[in-house]
T-cell receptor
Framework: DVKVTQSSRYLVKRTGEKVFLECVQD?????MFWYRQDPGLGLRLIYF???????EKGDIPEGYSVSREKKERFSLILESASTNQTSMYLC?????????????FGPGTRLTVT | GQNIDQPTEMTATEGAIVQINCTYQ??????LFWYQQHAGEAPTFLSY????GLEEKGRFSSFLSRSKGYSYLLLKELQMKDSASYLC???????????FGSGTRLSIRP
């Protein structure tokens, strides 16, 4: 059974704190993604990675960075959390190549920044 | 530019059929996914279309017309558990990157 796990389901942080969100997949997938989901805005891509140590900016990378040191793990970092980063964060993974490859999602982390 | 348009909300009756439409504009096209997302949960994969026509999968079917930039998801024999958001998600020129619409929240009434 495929599995994507995220380090926390709920997280509360203060403005200015450095925040780490961790994602691990056990499917040996090449591609990993970080999204945020807000009401009325849908899923918006923050960053993605198609290989270890490789990363590409998505649609809304400002205020975020990522790290992929191992194939199975993709971390999202909020260098200095702000209240407008309060959101649901979803990690996903997919196999590589141009063939149809759906994304498998983790359960999400609901982050509140106060 | 990239744009995905689908209705925000729909309501249907248990046992009936509902069609959720999606129109899209993307830079390049490499197929279209439909995902289901129950409230408070992660999206789960429903279907994938890359060629024009209808793909059937049990109670769910998905249709694609590439020339019209149009897809629909058809749900038959609706059940209460089908109450969820349905996300239309075309894949653009990047083979890995999928663009998600805001989703259609479907409510099923008894």
């Amino acid at each position: 059974d495929v599995k994507v796990t995220q380090s926390s389901r709920y997280l509360v942080k203060r403005t200015g704190e450095k925040v780490f969100l961790e994602c691990v997949q056990d499917m040996d997938h090449e591609n990993m993604f970080w999204y945020r989901q807000d009401p009325g805005l849908g899923l918006r891509l923050i960053y993605f990675s198609y290989d270890v140590k490789m990363k590409e900016k998505g649609d809304i990378p400002e205020g975020y960075s990522v790290s992929r040191e191992k194939k199975e793990r993709f971390s999202l970092i909020l260098e200095s959390a702000s209240t407008n980063q309060t959101s649901m964060y979803l990690c996903a993974s997919s196999s590589g190549g141009s063939a149809a490859s759906e994304q498998y999602f983790g359960p999400g982390t609901r982050l509140t920044v106060t | 530019g990239q744009n995905i348009d689908q209705p925000t909300e729909m309501t249907a009756t248990e046992g009936a059929i509902v069609q959720i439409n999606c129109t899209y504009q993307t830079s390049g096209f490499n197929g279209l996914f439909w995902y289901q997302q129950h409230a408070g949960e992660a999206p789960t994969f429903l279907s994938y279309n890359v060629l024009d026509g209808l793909e059937e999968k049990g109670r769910f079917s998905s249709f694609l017309s590439r020339s019209k930039g149009y897809s629909y998801l058809l749900l038959k024999e609706l059940q209460m558990k089908d109450s969820a958001s349905y996300l239309c998600a075309p894949r653009g020129s990047s083979a890995s990157k999928i663009i998600f619409g805001s989703g259609t929240r479907l409510s099923i009434r008894p």
